[in-house]
């Protein structure tokens, strides 16, 4: 029997943002036995998670940190509001900022324009998902006031007689975007400005048209990415888009033989910007086995 040619696509895996704060975890926990405590899930994948906590970091949550004090804690790639980090100043944490640059200028920016543009009265508005860490660090930079948009039907939030500024969430997909700038541009009142900011990540962005691409060379293709991953929801909706033959894991054991059947030429493997190579890998190594007992 012949067995299908399994691919790894080279272009998953985690972003520089996500990388970078793993590297800064890891430096964290080699340099020093003081324990290292990490703001929320450093990614949104529960192995690579489980992974660190193993070497000695434990995640925790907002209420926790109201509690700590003389502690060290990691910040990751997502950002914080203002507020956080006057939270850590005032109980003497040692921060370890892992803070996405990407998500820095952003932040930067928001809090920029919304200090400039208060004598106009202009709205800042949010392209991301209501209550995404990220989302919440960049509502923090206006003091709560930015309106957060997940579509179309939200623009109910926006009044269309005042200036508008909007910014997106840096993994949004660029096409919902644009949606979103055609539609304020329809609805705004003549005279009134509106500015718009294209800040998502083209890391993220120009993984869309690599999967689907890279899901149509292959007769089945499995997604591997944590079940809380936005970005992860997003490229399997893709994947599915260029090929109904996509099937979403989390894990390996989530793999069945059934799942394989009927047996493909090829096998395509991809993930997420939060899905660590080592985890297609396994998923790899989980098809081999599963293959084994079919071999004559």
Not at 20 to 32: F, G, R
Request: hydrophobic content about 35%; overall charge negative.
């Amino acid at each position: 029997m012949q067995l299908p040619i399994i691919e790894i696509d080279e272009k998953s895996g985690f972003c520089f943002g996500v990388i970078n704060a793993i590297k800064h975890a890891e430096k964290e926990l080699e340099d020093s036995s003081d324990k290292l405590y990490c703001l929320g899930d450093i990614v949104h994948n529960n192995q690579e998670v489980d992974r660190l906590e193993k070497k000695g970091m434990q995640t925790i949550n907002y209420d926790t940190l109201k509690t700590l004090k003389n502690a060290r804690v990691l910040f990751r790639a997502h950002g914080e509001p203002p507020e956080i980090y006057k939270m850590a100043q005032d109980h003497n944490i040692n921060l370890v900022d892992a803070t996405c640059p990407v998500v820095v200028r952003l932040q930067q920016s928001i809090r920029n324009h919304y200090q400039s543009s208060r004598e106009q009265n202009a709205q800042i508005v949010i392209y991301g998902k209501q209550g995404h860490a990220e989302v919440n660090g960049l509502v923090g930079q206006t003091g709560g006031d930015a309106i957060v948009v997940q579509d179309i039907d939200d623009l109910n939030k926006v009044d269309f007689s005042r200036p508008v500024i909007l910014f997106s969430q840096t993994t949004k997909p660029l096409d919902g975007f644009h949606e979103l700038i055609n539609e304020i541009e329809r609805r705004i009142e003549p005279g009134v400005s509106f500015e718009y900011n294209d800040t998502i990540c083209r890391q993220v962005a120009n993984r869309i048209p690599h999967i689907q691409e890279f899901a149509q060379s292959h007769e089945l293709v499995i997604f591997v990415a944590g079940t809380k991953s936005s970005n992860g929801k997003v490229l399997f909706g893709e994947c599915r888009k260029s090929n109904p033959n996509s099937i979403f894991v989390s894990s390996p054991e989530q793999l069945t033989l059934d799942m394989l059947m009927p047996l493909p030429h090829t096998i395509g493997i991809c993930g997420a910007t939060s899905t660590p190579k080592w985890q297609m890998e396994q998923i790899s190594d989980r098809i081999l086995s599963l293959l084994e007992g079919l071999k004559e």
